[in-house]
């Protein structure tokens, strides 16, 4: 008979060497694959959050100035430029709002509200509005004093006091033009403002944990006109902005009495088309930093990618270890800035068609609102 035996010491040391071995492998496989995971997943959303504030940004570029002076295309609040021409964090952009208009009623404008026909949505205190006479001959601006619900008749729009400059030029209403006559109203339109700046928000609550960055867009509205606004993209840690001349050099525009803005007229060779005002803007450049989601543990075990990428012009700056950046630039051309007059579309006065301009298209086949 052969002997019955069962494994020696050695073989079950090393057979227990052996399949520790293999389970760390399995489990150093595993850990790496993980790691990977959550590093593409934060890259993806780092991605993603640039996407989505460059959309956002460039849309409402190409829009800026639509239907005003280009003098106004761009607001220039107090701090905006920093300390050069890239070192602007906040861009203020304006334009008409091509989904809204309404007819002044006649003998409704004056420095202190206006009166119109109907207001087919609610408008709230802040809102920046334009009037433009019959014809496009005369237009003012003013801001709401308070909010107005939507009414299908005659509605009051309160105005602020008029100080004499941008926005609250309400004083011109007082002019003949702005009363309309029969038939050829002026017309209220809506000036939107995308306010765009980056704050840091603790979404989590917990001050041991860094705060997460955002590009929020704000417009001035409501009972709290400088609040921040919403949120548009996660992950934007920093946004320069460069505006630029004809020939393409870099400038701080200003507002100051030495740089006169250039009217529709302004023949292209008289320097006012070089100063430094708003109006010279031809093109803008962006210039974003934006950081994956989540952190990468590697980067964040070694100490690395501790500080943003420097942006031309600026120093380094200090940033939350461990989160992989990406730097984007592009440049938007803001084309309503070369206008050569003011636009006023002609407006539908269709009032026999069954649900014209309420779900139907009017039978004169001309606009409802907007323009």
Not at 104 to 121: E, F, K
Not at 158 to 177: I, K, N, Q, R, W
Not at 283 to 296: F, G, I, K, P, Q
Not at 340 to 356: K, V
């Amino acid at each position: 008979m052969r002997s019955r035996r069962g494994f020696t010491l050695i073989e079950m040391l090393m057979g227990t060497a052996v399949a520790m071995l293999t389970v760390t492998a399995v489990a150093a496989a595993f850990i790496a694959f993980t790691r990977g995971v959550y590093t593409q997943e934060g890259i993806r959303g780092g991605q993603a959050g640039m996407r989505q504030a460059l959309h956002d940004l460039t849309r409402q570029l190409r829009m800026a100035g639509y239907g005003l002076e280009p003098e106004h295309a761009f607001g220039l609040p107090a701090g905006w430029e920093g300390t050069g021409p890239n070192a602007s964090d906040r861009l203020v952009v304006r334009s008409r709002d091509l989904m809204f208009s309404a007819a002044v009623l006649q003998d409704g404008a004056s420095a202190g509200g206006l009166r119109v026909a109907s207001l087919p949505v609610p408008l709230r205190r802040g809102q920046v509005l334009q009037v433009v006479c019959p014809g496009a001959m005369r237009w003012g601006y003013g801001r709401l004093a308070e909010d107005v619900p939507a009414a299908p008749g005659a509605t009051l729009l309160p105005l602020s006091p008029a100080t004499g400059t941008f926005p609250d030029l309400g004083a011109v209403f007082d002019e003949p033009c702005f009363d309309g006559a029969p038939g050829l109203p002026a017309r209220v339109f809506k000036v939107d403002v995308h306010d765009y700046s980056v704050r840091m928000v603790d979404d989590d609550g917990d001050p041991a944990t860094a705060d997460r960055p955002y590009l929020f867009r704000a417009h001035g509205l409501g009972t709290r006109p400088d609040a921040v606004g919403e949120p548009v993209a996660e992950g934007i840690e920093a946004l320069r902005v460069t505006f630029l001349r004809e020939d393409g050099t870099a400038f701080v525009p200003t507002w100051e009495a030495g740089h006169p803005p250039p009217t529709y007229e302004t023949p292209a060779s008289s320097p006012l088309r070089r100063n430094r005002n708003p109006a010279n803007v031809r093109a803008v450049r962006l210039r974003m930093v934006a950081r994956a989601t989540r952190a990468d543990s590697v980067l964040r075990e070694a100490g690395m990618e501790a500080s943003l990428p420097a942006l031309p012009g600026e120093p380094v700056l200090p940033a939350p270890a461990g989160f992989r950046r990406f730097l984007y630039e592009t440049t938007v051309l803001p084309r309503n800035l070369r206008s050569t007059e003011m636009p006023l579309p002609a407006y539908s006065q269709d009032t026999t068609t069954p649900g014209a301009c309420q779900g139907r298209a009017p039978a004169d086949g001309l606009l409802c609102a907007g323009g």
